[in-house]
């Protein structure tokens, strides 16, 4: 019973890239997923998250309008849009199953994310 991140990699500011969420051993609809990043020296953040449903979504104000979250139930798998990056996005990207957030929540509780899975590197840099 896993979450696997996926997709990280180094690009250069201003490109894009997709993180991927897969669950192997359990089902991702019946929960909110959240993407979280912990940059060197730095406390871990939440970045962005989506309800069970799909239905709402929040974002981070630092990645608001360049993150889109979006979830494939059919798959699994839970995808992370990252565009117009920027050398402050580069961090270890998580993420997280749980009761965090849900279509009623005007804000995510990032404290009732419980299952998590292992990190990506983003790295962005020219």
């Known amino acids: 019973v896993q979450l696997q991140a996926s997709g990280g990699g180094l690009v250069q500011p201003g490109n894009s890239l997709r993180l991927s969420c897969a669950a192997s051993?359990?089902?991702?609809?019946?929960?909110?997923i959240g993407w979280f990043r912990q940059a060197p020296g730095k406390e871990r953040e939440g970045v962005s998250c989506?309800?069970?449903?799909?239905?709402?979504?929040y974002y981070a104000d630092s990645v608001k309008g360049r993150f889109t979250i979006s979830r494939d139930n059919a798959k699994n798998t839970v995808y992370l849009q990252m565009n117009s990056l920027k050398p402050e996005d580069t961090a270890v990207y998580y993420c997280?199953?749980?009761?965090?957030?849900?279509?009623?929540?005007?804000?995510?509780?990032?404290?009732?994310?419980?299952?998590w899975g292992q990190g990506t590197q983003v790295t962005v840099s020219s």
């Open positions: 051993g359990f089902t991702l609809d019946g929960y909110a």
């Open positions: 997280a199953a749980g009761w965090g957030y849900s279509d009623y929540y005007d804000y995510p509780r990032w404290e009732d994310f419980g299952r």
């Open positions: 989506i309800s069970s449903s799909g239905g709402s979504t």
